[in-house]
């Protein structure tokens, strides 16, 4: 969840949107869709771009407005709970937005992307 009601965003040409994930339109997909760009995956040193292993969209950062912050979640202790064991649980844990993502479109849309950074 990015937000209570959804995702303010901005397009390419700088106009600003909103889509409500509640209650939205096809056409509003296709619009949150067409301010995206393709997203790349790491392989070696690389940034690929590669549709038959994941076909995917991105949006940056500066072109949304997420109403979600992960460092007053309790996102990091439900991590640190779950998946550090041992030393590891003592330490830092930085969450932060990263990007958007979007996989499928219209009802399958599935957005994802929080990246955690362990010091």
């Known amino acids: ?3 209570l009601n959804g995702l303010p ?7 600003r949107r909103f889509i409500n994930f509640a209650s939205h339109t096809p ?4 619009q ?3 301010a ?3 997203a790349t995956f790491g392989r070696g040193d690389q940034d690929v771009y590669d549709e038959t292993y ?3 969209l991105k949006m940056d950062t500066v072109d949304f407005a997420a109403q979600f912050d992960p460092t007053v979640s309790s996102l990091t202790e ?3 709970e779950n998946l550090l064991q041992g030393q590891a649980e003592k330490m830092e844990i930085k969450p932060e937005i990263y990007k958007l993502n979007i996989y499928g479109r219209f009802c399958h849309c599935f957005f994802s992307s929080i990246i955690l950074s362990v010091p």
Request: proline fraction near 8%; include cysteine; hydrophobic fraction near 30%.
């Open 27 to 30: 056409e509003q997909l296709d």
């Open 1 to 3: 969840m990015l937000g």
């Open 78 to 80: 439900t991590i640190r």
């Open 32 to 34: 949150l869709a067409a």
């Open 36 to 38: 995206c760009s393709p």
């Open 54 to 56: 994941r076909k995917a």
């Open 9 to 15: 965003y901005s397009t390419p040409y700088r106009t």
